[in-house]
């Protein structure tokens, strides 16, 4: 598609449950992206894709989250044993290629909220 | 570590040029500006971005200073609309291109 659509738009879960979330990128492009923005304007880089293959993983929790971008599927990011602090929007992004001159296009995010 | 500095927030008459500073004085030289706004809840939508020369596309301009440690986007004439957080980006080359976003600037435009 032309737009990088995320579902769902919103997600309750309780705390200790599993949530999963999923990322459409835009038809064509090789580098998905995922972000977390917990406060209202504070972004963190959690993971990147390069196609099925992770490009950069520095910004992922080294528990309960995991992310995959598999062929043919949306690309995920799932939470185990969820958190409050987990609580955030979590947005997606895709780029045509990695390199620095290409703009990443954003999805509309999912909100996580955890309780 | 966000790389850029923005002012919180700004206010802009409608019609009028809005100016929106940015200092990135550890940028590097491989380094692009990039700019995004996010309205209300929205995902960030792209603005524009460079890597030295001044650009302009049918939203915006950028200038970026000649040393690099700076830039400004100019909506040329500001609506309503316009209103929105606008987000400074240091785009990072070498590690996964993730962007590193700061705290961004808080546009209110003014009827």
């Known amino acids: 598609g032309e737009e990088v659509a995320q579902t769902p738009k919103h997600l309750v879960r309780g705390e200790g449950q599993k949530a999963k979330l999923y990322c459409a990128p835009i038809?064509?492009?090789?580098?998905v992206f995922w972000y977390q923005q917990v406060l209202k304007n504070e972004f963190k880089f959690l993971i990147s894709?390069?196609?099925?293959?992770?490009?950069?993983e520095t910004g992922m929790p080294k528990e309960r989250f995991s992310a995959k971008c598999l062929p043919n599927s949306p690309c995920s990011l799932e939470i185990q044993a969820t958190k409050l602090e987990d609580s955030a929007v979590y947005f997606c992004?895709?780029?045509?290629?990695?390199?620095?001159?290409?703009?990443?296009?954003f999805g509309d995010g999912t909100r996580l909220s955890i309780l | 570590d966000a790389k850029t500095t923005q002012p919180p927030s700004m206010d802009c008459a409608e019609g009028r040029a809005a100016n929106l500073p940015c200092n990135h004085s550890?940028?590097?030289?491989?380094?692009?500006v990039y700019w995004y706004r996010q309205i209300h809840s929205q995902g960030p939508q792209y603005i524009i971005h460079?890597?030295?020369n001044n650009e302009t596309n049918e939203m915006a301009s950028l200038i970026i200073t000649e040393d690099r440690k700076s830039s400004t986007l100019i909506l040329p004439h500001a609506t309503l609309r316009d209103t929105a957080v606008y987000y400074c980006?240091?785009?990072?080359?070498?590690?996964?291109?993730?962007?590193?976003f700061g705290t961004g600037t808080s546009l209110t435009v003014i009827p």
């Open positions: 980006i240091v785009r990072v080359v070498n590690t996964g291109n993730q962007f590193y």
């Open positions: 038809k064509g492009h090789s580098y």
């Open positions: 992004a895709s780029s045509q290629l990695g390199q620095g001159n290409q703009p990443q296009h």
């Open positions: 460079g890597l030295k």
């Open positions: 894709f390069q196609n099925e293959n992770v490009f950069d």
């Open positions: 550890t940028i590097s030289g491989n380094e692009y």
